[in-house]
């Protein structure tokens, strides 16, 4: 009795490999063979697309095309920059007003918190006629500005919501031991509560910005100019003009996939824990 | 009549720490969505650009006039059907890799998870695109694959057809955002108390039976939370399709969502002029539709579902 029990929790262990090897496999062979067949000759990728590339088929043409013709490196830079600045207008921002809304009763606390939460749930982008108008006339439209405006808007309201959950924990004591000594609001909320929500800020700065990173439509919209062009909306276009040389489009997914990769390796112990641990409810 | 009150002296710092986030927030997303919203009931006239109330006429025209009503209606039964795929294939599936990965003692775990849960973080660029190379019949990868597992003649070049565009896009986005449910699903599952799962084990309640009844049901809140964000992503949906079959949606507007059609209808297309006015009667629409999904979640689907403390 005990036996086949064991070996039915065994069998069953199996199955669930086979089918969680199975979905692994699913999620990460299209990312693969992008990568595997960008540093390989045209002639290779159509004849053998599933092959690891030898020292006859190596060829990373390819990738010289996109760095010659695309303007990658700037569009990587747009990119960069925007999603940083972005991230820290949300982080300061967003854990500015958490502190204040979970710290401090005012009249109209609960209602300003309903306020911003409303924009969990609305996507921002149904508000794009709006956005176009206001950009156009405070002359934002191509700026990096516009975009980061737009990403930090968009982020705040689960920040905040994320934030002031954790702000809450934040032992009293210590605040009014700070008050005590004399320190301003402002030193409290800088010296003492921000190091103690890293954590929690690290977890914000992971779901902000992946959105922003991947995000197509606004930069297509509020900046299409070369010179603003996020790498989303590079690679997009790239791809759209030179949709027959396969060496460059496919050099151009391998490269617009290997940072999120380098990132994902870096943090995803941090998403990870995030997710799992009821950030998002 | 004067009440002299003691008063606190104001607080500037609560402004201080409150003020940056409300301007950022309500210039760029509450103000310009309220515009938006009175836009749509704006008309401007093609020949002398003057712009006037039309009450309204935008709605009625885009749900109404054959012209507008037939795409738009047809956008929105498609969003429908893409946010039915994303149910019935990704939460189920979702669930299911949650439960296994929650096994006990079962190892090589954070390896599946990670694996599992990369395509979220890529663009929908690159989503797009290297799932428009696999499936083109001009590189033989996934003919090749269906060969290698005996189905070579269900080969179809499946995104160029009008019958099996909309459902693989469907699927390609469920393959992007497995992950999401699968994490929050794994993580409520971990919330289970061992006490739960013992006394349920001594009422010889286990395995398959124990996951529908117990579990299961313990984890429903959560299963509420993914459907409302499925529902809100995938009605807001665009990237997808415009980089795998561009702004006119193909073939012939079978994938057509909402996301697209207002970003053509406000950017025009080809022959036709962009027409914020109507864009801006599309985006209301899509509001509404978010709006009640949510209110619906929030005042039924969330009432009714009984949180237990875990």
């Known amino acids: 009795m005990a036996i086949s029990r064991a070996r039915r929790n065994r069998m069953a262990e199996l199955g669930a490999h086979i089918i969680l090897l199975t979905f692994a496999m699913i999620a990460l062979f299209p990312v693969l063979l992008i990568l595997i067949n960008s540093v390989k000759t045209k002639k290779a990728i159509f004849r053998q697309p599933l092959e690891f590339p030898t020292s006859e088929t190596l060829d990373l043409v390819g990738y010289a095309t996109v760095l010659q013709q695309g303007n990658f490196p700037l569009y990587f830079w747009n990119s960069l920059f925007v999603t940083g600045a972005s991230l820290c207008l949300i982080l300061l921002f967003g854990a500015m007003a958490a502190y204040a809304l979970s710290e401090y009763k005012f009249r109209g606390n609960r209602l300003i918190g309903l306020y911003m939460a409303l924009g969990i749930m609305i996507p921002i982008r149904l508000g794009t006629v709006g956005i176009l108008r206001l950009m156009v006339a405070t002359d934002l439209v191509n700026t990096h500005w516009a975009l980061i405006l737009v990403y930090t808007a968009q982020g705040l309201p689960l920040a905040i919501f994320i934030l002031s959950e954790f702000m809450s924990t934040v032992s009293s004591d210590l605040k009014s031991a700070g008050r005590i000594d004399g320190l301003s609001e402002y030193s409290i909320f800088y010296r003492l509560v921000l190091p103690l929500i890293r954590p929690a800020m690290a977890t914000v700065a992971v779901f902000s910005m992946i959105p922003i990173w991947n995000d197509l439509w606004f930069p297509l919209i509020l900046a299409p100019a070369e010179h603003t062009k996020t790498l989303t909306l590079g690679a997009q276009v790239f791809v759209g003009q030179y949709s027959n040389n396969w060496n460059a489009i496919l050099a151009a997914m391998a490269l617009a996939v290997i940072p999120v990769l380098i990132l994902y390796t870096l943090f995803s112990r941090q998403l990870i824990r995030g997710l799992t641990s009821g950030a998002v409810k | ?310």
């Open chain 2, 1 to 310: 009549m004067v009440i002299e009150r003691k008063k606190k002296p104001f607080r500037w710092h609560v402004l201080v720490f409150l003020g940056p986030a409300i301007i950022v927030y309500t210039m760029i997303m509450i103000l310009p969505l309220a515009e938006t919203l009175r836009f749509s009931f704006f008309l401007r006239d093609t020949s002398t650009q003057v712009v006037s109330f039309a009450g309204l006429e935008n709605y009625i025209k885009l749900f109404f006039d054959p012209y507008w009503a037939k795409p738009f209606l047809n956008s929105l039964w498609n969003n429908c059907y893409f946010f039915l795929i994303h149910m019935l294939v990704q939460n189920p599936i979702g669930i299911l890799i949650a439960a296994l990965l929650s096994m006990v003692h079962l190892p090589g775990r954070k390896l599946y998870r990670t694996a599992i849960f990369m395509p979220t973080l890529l663009s929908f660029v690159v989503v797009g695109f290297i799932w428009k190379l696999m499936l083109s019949p001009l590189w033989g990868v996934s003919k090749g694959l269906m060969k290698s597992v005996g189905v070579g003649s269900w080969y179809l070049p499946f995104l160029g057809k009008e019958e099996t565009a909309l459902t693989t896009l469907s699927l390609i986005s469920v393959w992007q955002f497995i992950g999401i449910p699968m994490m929050l699903i794994y993580a409520a599952l971990l919330s289970v108390p061992d006490e739960v799962i013992e006394a349920a084990e001594c009422d010889g309640v286990t395995g398959i039976s124990q996951f529908f009844r117990i579990k299961l049901v313990l984890i429903l809140p959560t299963i509420g939370i993914i459907s409302i964000l499925t529902f809100v992503g995938n009605f807001n949906a665009f990237d997808l399709i415009y980089t795998t079959q561009g702004p006119l949606a193909g073939p012939n507007f079978s994938t057509d969502l909402l996301g697209t059609i207002l970003y053509r209808t406000f950017y025009g297309q080809q022959l036709q002029p962009g027409d914020p006015n109507m864009g801006a009667a599309i985006a209301t629409v899509m509001f509404f539709i978010i709006l009640t999904g949510v209110a619906i979640y929030l005042f039924f689907i969330q009432r009714k579902l009984t949180r237990y403390e875990m």
